[in-house]
């Protein structure tokens, strides 16, 4: 993401140069506009939800922080003593993180990334949608594989969206001819910067062991929040 297709970077950039009432509309294929406050993307570790700081303690060994945003995340691992890689594909955040001080920055597609080896990938703030899909899903897990070392694992959150479709008497309505009903559309913006739309995927606990396990990941679910949010591990068995 550059010039003006990099809101989230651009958004990040302002915070840093003053504008701390900063905000990013999100335009959503599911529901009405939303907006995220960029100051929660600067979030010490203990204004930090209980399921991140768990995440944050379940970290081992040398970790791939995915779509690491203003590097909040990364510099509470560093803070831990971890050797962290903070990774995303905006121009502006990598930049922001640089000056922040997160000490190992890659601007890459994590799908492009090869010939290093980590214990630990990290994915938090629904992170995992980064794959975009249920086919996506297949292409990470196995990429993903290549990427851990003996005994790595994937801390992923995500949510069940389910709940989303619910009618007024409790029952689900869905398209069934539409596809899996967590794969949604986005479209980020910050004043004259639009990302344009691009796929995310909300991948429902069930579903996401399914997959693991084709892959040849171990599932264990360690938090379920409140509102179908959760923090999933991942370990790639020998």
Not at 177 to 187: F, L, P, R, S
Request: with cysteine; glycine share 10%.
């Amino acid at each position: 993401m550059t010039g003006k297709k990099d809101p989230i970077g651009t958004a990040i950039q302002d915070y840093l140069k003053g504008n701390k009432r900063a905000e990013i509309v999100v335009e959503s294929s599911i529901t009405e506009d939303d907006v995220i406050p960029v100051d929660y993307l600067f979030r010490t570790r203990y204004e930090m939800p209980e399921l991140e700081q768990l995440a944050l303690d379940e970290c081992s060994g040398r970790v791939l922080d995915i779509g690491a945003g203003a590097g909040c995340h990364s510099l509470a691992l560093q803070e831990q003593g971890l050797e962290v890689v903070a990774l995303d594909i905006s121009e502006g955040a990598v930049e922001a993180m640089q000056q922040r001080g997160v000490q190992q920055v890659l601007r890459q597609d994590i799908f492009k990334l090869k010939g290093q080896q980590f214990d630990t990938l990290l994915l938090l703030m629904n992170g995992i949608g980064i794959v975009g899909d249920l086919k996506g899903l297949d292409r990470f897990l196995k990429h993903a594989a290549t990427l851990l070392r003996p005994g790595g694992k994937i801390l992923l959150e995500s949510s069940d969206i389910l709940y989303m479709y619910e009618e007024e008497d409790g029952s689900v309505l869905l398209d069934l001819n539409a596809g899996y009903y967590g794969e949604v559309k986005y479209n980020m913006k910050y004043k004259d910067q639009a990302s344009g739309w691009f796929n995310w995927l909300f991948i429902d606990p069930a579903i996401l062991q399914d997959y693991a396990e084709k892959h040849n990941y171990s599932f264990e679910l360690l938090y379920e929040g409140e509102d179908g949010n959760y923090l999933a591990r991942l370990s790639l068995n020998p």
